[in-house]
């Protein structure tokens, strides 16, 4: 991969980086909006506890994608960027723009849910989910 398209792919990485903390300090600055003695009715705290839990899942989910993005930082630098991590293929530059912290092509990520998605329906089968 050229030098040009490795500082388009660190320069999307390290802005998605900054929004999702951004987006991190609005959270925590919502999380005080709500005290225990402001819910009147268990409506109130029901809806409290869901938006709570969809704040931790969000969080979760963000950090997650928080280490997916320093990796991918990590590969530019190491220059491994661009590469498939399972067939050693470059990755489409197209799906690089819409995912620049992509460890794998179009082909294997296809592979890869489709076999999270057979193991799923095994448990099921067999009773373990």
């Known amino acids: 991969m050229d030098a040009r398209h490795l500082q388009e792919f660190r320069t999307l990485l390290v802005e998605r980086r900054k929004q999702i903390f951004v987006k991190a300090k609005e959270a925590k600055k919502g999380e005080d909006g709500v005290s225990p003695d402001d819910l009147l ?5 029901a809806t409290s506890v869901t938006t709570q839990s969809l704040n931790m899942q969000f969080q979760d989910r963000e950090r997650g994608l928080l280490l997916e ?6 590969r530019i630098e190491s220059g491994e960027f661009g590469v498939c991590e399972e067939c050693d293929e470059e990755i489409g530059v197209g799906r690089l723009r819409a995912q620049p ?3 794998l092509c179009v082909r294997c990520k296809e592979d890869e849910e489709q076999n999270q998605k ?9 009773g373990l989910a």
């Not at 009715?41 to 705290?45: K, T, V, W």
Request: charged share 40%; hydrophobic share 45%; net charge negative.
């Open 41 to 45: 009715d268990s409506m109130d705290l």
């Open 101 to 103: 912290w992509t460890r």
């Open 118 to 126: 057979t193991a799923r329906i095994q448990e099921i089968e067999w």
């Open 69 to 74: 993005i320093d990796e991918a930082l990590r």
